[in-house]
């Protein structure tokens, strides 16, 4: 079974320009979540979606924003870059929703390297 | 206070040796806690995952959640220099994924 795939794997944008970020997630999971993964804060949430509408937020402005489709593909987008934004950006997968009380086991992608200059 | 707290490290020790990995945490509702190994370049992989307090074995690896005290533990016993990589733990209950920051390991053959 394939693993959950980011494209692009590495990016270069400057200030002020927004850029997309794709994630395919594993055949038959339905929830998609995005991390921002930096040395100082470390992975932090971002969003998560399950079937096509966004379950939970993180604490992220507004410029952080995200979608999903039919096929449970994901997408986050990410609008008038700042220097603070360059990061490793994580999309996991998994066949639930967190929120609920049972396990529920992520699986993570390599990641976007977002390098904003 | 942060959620989850972890020492960053980095963390090195020789092959062979017993490693102590830990977090603590303030936040009671957590009842799900993991840890995740992730090599440098690729994106963390689930090593291990309990339910509430106790404690629980896979190979070489050991977890334990004390919830009591809020403190949670990684051994790795037989460290190789392909256990370098950075551990992050992470924990849930009714609510996303909460991680630490990672501690990064360094095994020395």
């Known amino acids: 079974k394939a693993g959950v795939t980011q494209t692009p794997r590495y990016l270069i944008k400057t200030r002020g320009q927004q850029v997309t970020l794709s994630c395919s997630p594993i055949?038959?999971?339905?929830?998609v979540s995005w991390y921002q993964q930096t040395p100082g804060q470390g992975l932090q949430f971002l969003f998560e979606?399950?079937?096509?509408?966004?379950?939970n937020k993180g604490n992220f402005p507004g410029r952080f924003s995200g979608r999903q489709f039919s096929n449970s593909r994901s997408e986050m987008n990410v609008s008038t870059l700042e220097l603070g934004d360059s990061a490793l950006y994580l999309c996991?997968?998994?066949?639930?929703?967190?929120?609920?009380?049972?396990?529920?086991?992520?699986?993570f992608g390599p990641g976007t390297r977002l390098t904003v200059l | 206070q942060k959620e989850v707290e972890q020492d960053p490290g980095p963390l090195s020790v020789p092959e062979g040796a017993i490693v102590s990995l830990n977090c603590t945490y303030s936040?009671?509702?957590?009842?799900?806690f993991m840890w995740y190994r992730q090599y440098s370049r690729k994106g963390p992989e689930l090593l291990m995952y309990?339910?509430?307090?106790g404690n629980k074995e896979d190979g070489r690896f050991t977890a334990q959640v004390d919830k009591s005290s809020k403190y949670i533990s990684l051994f790795i016993r037989d460290s190789q220099p392909s256990d370098s990589a950075t551990y992050l733990c992470?924990?849930?209950?009714?609510?996303?994924?909460?991680f630490g920051k990672g501690t990064r390991l360094s095994v020395i053959a």
């Open positions: 996991a997968s998994s066949l639930a929703a967190s929120g609920r009380a049972t396990y529920n086991e992520q699986f």
């Open positions: 055949s038959g999971h339905r929830s």
């Open positions: 979606y399950f079937s096509e509408t966004q379950r």
């Open positions: 936040n009671s509702a957590f009842q799900y």
């Open positions: 309990t339910y509430s307090s």
């Open positions: 992470a924990m849930t209950g009714n609510t996303p994924l909460v």
